[in-house]
């Protein structure tokens, strides 16, 4: 489990025994908000039922992120590094195996092979693409938090509410401390205060730490300076379908309590807030934001004050189980998405921010180690983001990288239905941003086409082998090296299919252009004069 939970968790005693009893009978519970509330307290609830719970799951409790997450490719390298699973590609007849099927063996080869597990899908934003990924077996329960109502008729539905008067009540205590008056002396105001946040619990907290870090500060005060700050934002005015369409709580107290604490930000910490809300909604390494300030020009003594800032103030936290890492909450992340989509400055900021990511994913190799596949699954998330929200920000020249390092991350492993959309994906943002005539269109049908050979889907790769060489040779001339490659692996296709008297020719074809252009002892030029070598012999030459 990524979380500790929250050490003020205040109430929900009869929400806790009733999924509990639920879970025991149905295996399926949907954990929803009401009225599509973002900040209510579900993933919280989650935790505390899997700690409290542990000893009723002897087979494990296995936590994942649903939220804009590659579902699929968690379960695939869950398997991979923490079961030790080498995940097959093809069934028994040779056929390649679908996603789905990659992810339905895992749940059947789960270990220990007995026992109830639980299973967490937290955040679940699209029900359509987990539907197909859960495990089947009754020994699994299911478990999801989600802001969709009515998410399918096989769950159990679990709204959750805002807290009752008494526990917002107990939860600002708890926050405050025993040895805090301000409650007692102004109870009314309190009520009132809890109010006017809706009771719910993120609005709650965030006040409570703001009069933590300001002991006199009365709650008339700080009411007073919420309802300000409340009055001078028209775009919290939202109707009820408006608070379902988005990911940031529109509630008055919540947006007003995001905005007191922005307010008392130093300019540079808010600089660096907005740099934040660039990454995935997933643990980042701090060292990845020091590298994106030093593109900005920002003192790495002033970003490292604003990390310290952020971090007293709750709007970052830090995950424990890894060295300078952090994560920031959905809905705060998303407040400081809007700060930056305001800021004169974004496009610089986005422009500083994606080529971190870039040069991380030159360096995934085709064949990654054990170690190395752990250490990517940090930077994987970031990546697709920037993959999937932030290529206007990418060069014309770095287009074709996020695309590239996550299709190899994946291929490497032999996840292959994990590595085909990023390659589709490639093809299409390539010939929609640079046209159908450029050599990076040439790469993305040549590594879509090794894609479809390594599967052995060879009458979709052949064509796209053909178009590649084309292109190559039209855009590159035909003594380029990028041609003997493509002509290697066309060979390589047609020895796959038993085409020998076709391959052969490529082969010597593209020896021949390597040792010319490359020179013989090319790495390049060593790899193709060996596939010559083993078609000959297996021609039995």
């Not at 220990?112 to 539907?131: A, E, I, M, S």
């Not at 930000?265 to 643990?283: H, N």
């Not at 695309?403 to 292959?416: A, H, W």
Request: charged share 25%; aromatic share 8%; glycine share 6%.
């Amino acid at each position: 489990m990524p979380y500790q939970g929250t050490p003020h968790f205040v109430g929900r005693g009869r929400e806790l025994a009733t999924l509990h009893e639920t879970l025991q009978n149905s295996h399926r519970v949907a954990i929803s908000a009401v009225a599509g509330m973002g900040g209510v307290g579900k993933t919280e609830l989650a935790i505390k039922y899997a700690r409290e719970h542990q000893d009723d799951y002897p087979g494990g409790i296995c936590w994942l992120s649903a939220r804009d997450a590659n579902l699929p490719g968690q379960i695939l390298l869950f398997a991979q590094l923490s079961l030790k699973l080498e995940v097959p590609q093809q069934d028994g007849r040779g056929n390649p195996l679908t996603l789905a099927q990659q992810v339905a063996w895992c749940w059947q080869q789960w270990q220990p092979p007995q026992g109830r597990v639980l299973v967490v899908l937290d955040d679940v934003t699209d029900w359509k693409l987990c539907r197909g990924m859960l495990p089947t077996d009754n020994r699994f329960c299911v478990l999801m938090t989600t802001r969709l109502r009515r998410l399918d008729p096989n769950f159990v539905e679990l709204p959750l509410d805002v807290l009752p008067q008494a526990e917002a009540l107990q939860l600002l205590t708890a926050i405050l401390g025993k040895n805090d008056r301000r409650l007692q002396r102004e109870s009314e105001t309190a009520k009132e205060l809890c109010k006017w946040l809706g009771y719910l619990p993120l609005g709650l907290e965030l006040v409570a730490r703001y009069l933590v870090e300001d002991p006199d500060l009365s709650l008339a005060e700080m009411w007073q300076r919420l309802q300000a700050q409340s009055l001078q934002d028209e775009a919290i005015d939202v109707s009820e379908a408006d608070l379902d369409a988005t990911e940031m709580t529109a509630r008055r107290g919540v947006k007003a309590a995001f905005e007191l604490s922005w307010q008392e930000l130093e300019k540079q910490t808010q600089r660096v807030g907005e740099l934040l809300s660039l990454f995935a909604p997933d643990a980042f390494a701090w060292e990845w934001v020091e590298s994106a300030s030093e593109s900005l020009n920002w003192a790495k003594s002033e970003v490292n004050a604003a990390k310290k800032q952020l971090h007293k103030r709750h709007l970052i936290e830090r995950v424990e189980e890894r060295e300078a890492c952090y994560k920031i909450h959905p809905l705060i992340r998303e407040f400081l998405r809007l700060k930056l989509d305001e800021s004169e400055q974004a496009d610089n900021v986005r422009q500083a921010f994606v080529p971190l990511f870039v040069e991380i994913a030159k360096r995934i190799p085709e064949t990654p180690t054990i170690d190395l596949i752990e250490s990517l699954k940090l930077v994987i998330p970031h990546l697709e983001e920037v993959a999937e929200n932030l290529t206007n920000a990418l060069s014309d020249e770095d287009l074709i990288w996020p695309f590239y390092g996550l299709g190899t991350f994946y291929e490497g492993q032999g996840s292959y239905s994990l590595a085909e959309p990023w390659r589709q994906q490639c093809l299409s943002v390539v010939k929609t941003r640079l046209g159908q005539d450029h050599p990076d269109v040439a790469t993305s049908l040549n590594n879509l086409a090794n894609l479809y050979n390594y599967q052995g889907r060879y009458s979709e790769a052949e064509p796209l082998y053909l178009q590649a060489l084309e292109l190559y040779k039209r855009l590159l001339g035909e003594d380029h090296p990028d041609v003997a490659t493509s002509l290697n692996n066309l060979a390589l296709l047609y020895k796959s299919q038993g085409r020998y008297s076709e391959a052969e020719p490529l082969f010597l074809q593209a020896l021949e252009l390597a040792e010319r252009v490359l020179g013989v002892s090319h790495p390049n030029t060593v790899t193709i004069r060996k596939n010559l070598a083993n078609l000959r012999d297996a021609m039995g030459i």
